[in-house]
């Protein structure tokens, strides 16, 4: 795959005692990662990884730092923010973990091969092609830092931009209404 922010570590490289990695995004990496996440700008982003092995499973945990520029949705002013986030994370490689799908069929007994039945919630996420991207990691948790409304420190939570009715979008639903009305 192919990520704005690619770090790749290949898990046969991992020893027992884990590996740790800080990682720093570059200036193309930070203008491809806020393009990609709607932000006018990412300053700085780095993050400082371990990957600990547990059996079959990997262990992803550590911090990433960034500072990133975004319009306020109160008063559609830039602003500059400041982010730290914990990065928690679990890999394995699906070949020796279940699915939902084969641990319902081995419960059902059409399946006989013995596997680990996890709930889907707590799945970890898959490794592909025997590879945790630590750049992608931090990506995702820069993500999901982000404010889905963001605004200013100083902004109040009360205050937003007026959507005239010229500048909404229409409804795609009028015409369906327009139909039903002429019954």
């Keep these: 795959m192919n990520y704005e922010f690619s ?13 740790s990695q800080t ?28 990957i600990i092995p547990h059996s079959d499973r990997y262990h992803v945990q550590g911090s990433l730092s960034a500072k990133i520029d975004q319009i306020s949705v109160a008063s ?7 982010i730290n986030q914990d990065i928690d994370a679990w890999y394995a490689d699906r070949s ?6 084969t641990a319902k069929k081995n419960r059902d007994g059409t399946d006989d091969q013995d596997h680990e039945i996890k709930p889907e919630h707590d799945e970890p996420e898959s490794i592909y092609d025997g590879i945790i991207d630590l750049g992608e990691v931090a990506a ?3 993500g999901l830092s982000l404010d889905n409304y963001p605004r200013g420190v100083d902004e109040p939570f009360g205050d937003y931009i ?11 639903f009028a015409a369906l209404e327009k139909l039903k009305e002429k019954k």
């Design 7 to 19: 770090k790749p570590v290949a898990i046969d490289k991992i020893d027992r005692k884990g590996q």
């Design 23 to 50: 990682i720093h995004a570059n200036e193309t990496e930070r203008e491809a990662l806020a393009q990609r996440f709607g932000l006018e700008s990412i300053e700085s982003l780095s993050a400082t990884i371990e």
């Design 76 to 82: 559609g002013e830039p602003f500059t923010q400041e």
């Design 96 to 101: 020796k973990i279940a699915d939902f799908e």
């Design 140 to 142: 995702q948790f820069l």
């Design 162 to 172: 007026e959507v005239s009715e010229e500048d909404a979008k229409p409804n795609p």
